[in-house]
């Protein structure tokens, strides 16, 4: 699981430019001291051996928020430089950031809940991840650290099984990682979706029953909608060029008394081409599905 985290007992200084923001809030706790002001200007006064940083730099410009790194304050150059191993220190960023700006020797977390990938998290200096990429998915806390690009497998034919990794899992570069636990493969070189001939219980991605496999085709995918009386479709994709939206219409998806059924369709490139794949959710907490 996360390493655990000890409660602080000494002062905690805390910075904050705008007074409107520390106002309202207050100082929670008697342990913490909050400097309205500019971080960077006031590091000097602040820094000290061996004191630990936490830094949340702010994403918003006038324009709204922002995830460009040149719009970070304090600026980016002030934030990489608080993770130069000199002390304990953790930045919280949005999950987005390109993996080439993440400097060299830090930690990185990619944190997901419910699926949702929520926040990445830089770390250095001793601390609690040591080094390397890690996806943590909330609520369970289940971690899974990334690998080298040389332990993703090759790409295989597509099994009985799909699996669609977690977003952290993906970002982490734990692709190959999760295979291994799950005896899978990728279904093509680059496409973050699995397939295997089992199916195994994982919280790290959504496992589906793949029920067929058809070609990607609009006139095959429209012969399919009609003959199953499909009403409802889930459309899913990866590696191809197509608003599922559109697609859906272009279907004649329409719900009615004629089509009663429902059904999860998954475009995607496989080694034998583009191929459309109907399947069915496992259910949570049972073999194959999410516990």
Known sequence: GPPSVEPVETPVPAVEPSPSVVEPVGVRGSTARVHVGDAEALWGELAADGVGVYCDPARRTASGRSWRVEDLSPPWAFVTGLLDGARPAAVKLGPGLAHRLIPDGVAATWVSDHGDLVELSLWSGHGPWGSGRHAVLLPGGHTLAG???????????????????????????????????????????????????????TPF??????????????????????????????????????????????????????????????????????????????????EGGRP
Do not use: C, M, N
Not at 254 to 279: E, I
């Open 147 to 201: 690998g080298e690009a040389s332990e993703v497998p090759g790409a295989g034919p597509i099994g009985r099984f799909l699996y669609e990794p977690d977003p952290a899992v993906i970002r982490a570069g734990a692709i190959g990682r999760l295979a291994g636990l799950l005896d899978a493969r990728p279904v093509s070189d680059g496409i973050a979706y699995l397939s295997a001939d089992e199916a195994h219980p």
């Open 205 to 286: 991605a959504t496992g589906f029953e793949v029920l067929d496999v058809l070609d990607a085709g609009e006139k095959s995918l429209r012969a399919w909608v009609r003959r199953e009386g499909i009403g409802t479709l889930e459309i899913k994709k990866r590696g191809v060029d197509v608003d599922p939206a559109v697609l859906r219409r272009r279907l004649k998806v329409s719900p009615g008394r004629g089509t009663p059924h429902q059904a999860t369709l998954v475009l995607t490139p496989t080694v034998d081409g583009v191929r459309g794949l109907v399947v069915r959710r496992l259910p949570t907490g049972v």
